[in-house]
């Protein structure tokens, strides 16, 4: 097993208190930390513990030696580094994992991402230290852990980028995002099934309604055993997925905000969104909106209805 660098894990209220405990034992430096419970760390080696969860996230050279003499047996109470393949075995069993980007944000595409695992893929995946994108803030790191996954052996994988103009289009003709994105997933499976028909399991997050995916896909996909479940980024094949997507989303935003004289498109939905959206109306014009950005959301309409269109000419 190749050195582990990167690990997050779940934990409880009572775990995350035995930890800290530990830490201190060990005599490790602890440092405030946004959105963490506490953080500590010493020269190959740092542990922090984030509110959402809670849960743990180590990294460094020593991850390795400290999940299996000290995380393990003295917080978690079980053996799993090394077990992956034991407890669960579906993960490295050969499988197509499908995620997407940009589905919550204002600006830039929806990016629907799949990738094709089998056993070796995953362990590969593991040692990169391969993750839900939402897990990992920095835009670099998406782009470097992108990077190093396409040099994986074996790892094969289809990145279907869906533009402002097109999703608009799609998402008038479709009525709903979800049967968009049904299609979006079903698209990317079976764009994979061509380049690996014997593939006989794919798995996706959960629909609100799961009979709208399987609608979607077409007489390729049919024949594939379809998994739809919650936080399906703890899957190797998934959460390559979403890394790929994530990584396609940030490089277009980067692009396209050049396009119309600003430094950045940002993300998400936020009061400096909005601010970023009335001066591309008012430098632009309203129609330049439905090539950068999704018009459903309500943000189209706050700043459409607030700015003035610029004078012809």
């Known amino acids: 097993m190749a050195n582990l660098t990167t690990y997050t894990k779940p934990l409880t209220a009572e775990q995350a208190g035995r930890l800290r405990g530990l830490l201190d034992a060990k005599g490790m430096k602890f440092e405030a930390k946004p959105y963490c419970l506490y953080a500590a ?32 047996p003295e ?10 393949e034991v407890h669960n075995p579906d993960m490295f069993a050969p499988h197509i994992g499908v995620d997407e980007s940009g589905k919550g944000d204002f600006f830039g595409p ?28 920095s835009d670099a790191r998406i782009k470097a852990i992108s990077q190093e996954m ?3 052996p074996g790892l094969v994988t289809e ?32 764009l994979l099934l061509d380049k690996v028909p014997q593939c006989p399991r794919a798995v996706s997050d959960q629909f609100a309604n799961p009979l709208v995916l399987e609608r979607a896909l077409q007489k390729k996909g049919r024949s594939i055993v379809l998994e739809q ?32 004289d600003v430094e950045e498109l940002p993300k998400g939905v936020s009061p400096a969104v909005k601010e970023v959206a009335r001066t591309i109306f008012l430098r632009f014009g309203g129609g330049s909106l439905r090539s950068v950005a999704k018009t459903h959301f309500k943000t189209a309409a706050e700043v459409c209805h607030g700015g ?3 004078p012809d000419g």
């Open 110 to 137: 929806l990016v629907i991402a799949g990738a094709y695992v089998d056993a070796v893929v995953a362990r590969k995946l593991r040692e990169a230290g391969v993750m839900d994108s939402k897990r990992i803030s």
């Open 75 to 84: 917080v978690l109470g079980v053996a799993e580094l090394g077990y992956e």
């Open 150 to 152: 396409k040099r994986i």
């Open 41 to 72: 760390s010493r020269p190959g080696l740092s542990v922090a513990v984030y509110e959402k969860g809670p849960k743990v996230v180590v990294q460094g050279k020593e991850t390795e030696d400290f999940i299996l003499h000290t995380l393990e």
């Open 159 to 190: 990145v279907v980028v869906i533009g402002p103009e097109r999703y608009n289009d799609l998402y008038d003709q479709f009525g709903n995002l979800n049967r968009l994105l049904a299609w979006g997933h079903a698209k990317v499976i079976e």
């Open 308 to 310: 003035q269109e610029p």
């Open 229 to 260: 479940r919650t936080k399906a980024e703890s899957d190797p094949a998934v959460a390559a997925a979403s890394i790929l997507a994530r990584e396609k989303f940030v490089s277009w935003l980067a692009e396209h905000g050049r396009r119309f």
